[in-house]
């Protein structure tokens, strides 16, 4: 069993709907979750970031984590077709030195005009 | 403020062959990775440097994979012999330790991306 899972789609859906984004994860070490955004051919971005369980919001994205469960989402309200992309979360575990990161495959999603 | 860069873009070798990446991080961040990500898959730390000292090469092959960071800023990587299965995007990220962000951003470049056959 990978440390992350993440379905990798491909996620279709058209302007303007809520998208869900998920993975979960097996090591309940990993204590910081952030989602990176990909564009093709391009390096990833981190989108979101937060540390504690519950949501964290910035503008039209909201990041949700439930360590109970090992579970963590990502919303995106009102889908832009600029929001084509694919999506990796990133877990790490806390150290001395800078955070290790552990990604899910990604998902990639299309929003269509 | 200047992203990572990375050179080349793409590379085609055949098997067999050796090849290098070169990176150089955003100004005065202290960590250094290269990240290998097979299509399909997400990104995976082959190496991470602290300034020029190696914190993390456990996922490294290192019978043919090699990495160093003179100096503590640009990086190299280097695949010798390649085998088709290094066919990959090589992705570098760096991040700075106790800026105001925080320490867990890393910094991605736009990739290099290796076809071996």
């Known amino acids: 069993q990978k440390e992350v899972e993440q379905d990798p789609g491909p996620l279709s859906v058209p302007e303007g709907a809520i998208v869900s984004l998920n993975c979960t994860y097996s090591n309940s070490a990993f204590q910081y979750f952030m989602w990176y955004r990909q564009y093709s051919r391009k390096g990833p971005e981190l989108l979101m970031y937060t540390y504690s369980s519950g949501n964290k919001e910035d503008g039209r994205f909201t990041a949700q984590v439930d360590k109970s469960s090992k579970y963590i989402s990502l919303f995106i309200r009102d889908s832009q077709p600029s929001d084509s992309a694919t999506y990796l979360c990133a877990m790490s575990v806390p150290g001395a030195g800078s955070y290790q990161l552990t990604f899910g495959k990604g998902t990639k999603l299309s929003v269509i005009p | 403020e200047a992203g990572v860069a990375q050179s080349p873009r793409y590379k085609i070798i055949e098997k067999r062959q050796s090849v290098a990446f070169w990176c150089n991080p955003i100004?005065?961040?202290?960590?250094l990775y290269w990240y290998q990500q097979i299509l399909g898959q997400g990104p995976k730390l082959l190496i991470q440097?602290?300034?020029?000292?190696?914190?993390?090469d456990s996922q490294l092959p290192k019978d043919r994979f090699s990495a160093e960071r003179l100096k503590g800023v640009d990086s190299t990587l280097k695949i010798q012999p390649a085998k088709l299965e290094d066919s990959a995007v090589y992705l570098c990220?760096?991040?700075?330790?106790?800026?105001?962000?925080?320490?867990?951003?890393?910094?991605f470049g736009p990739g290099t991306r290796l076809t071996v056959t």
């Open positions: 440097f602290q300034n020029n000292g190696v914190v993390d």
């Open positions: 100004s005065g961040h202290a960590t």
């Open positions: 990220a760096s991040s700075s330790r106790g800026a105001g962000t925080g320490d867990y951003e890393q910094y």
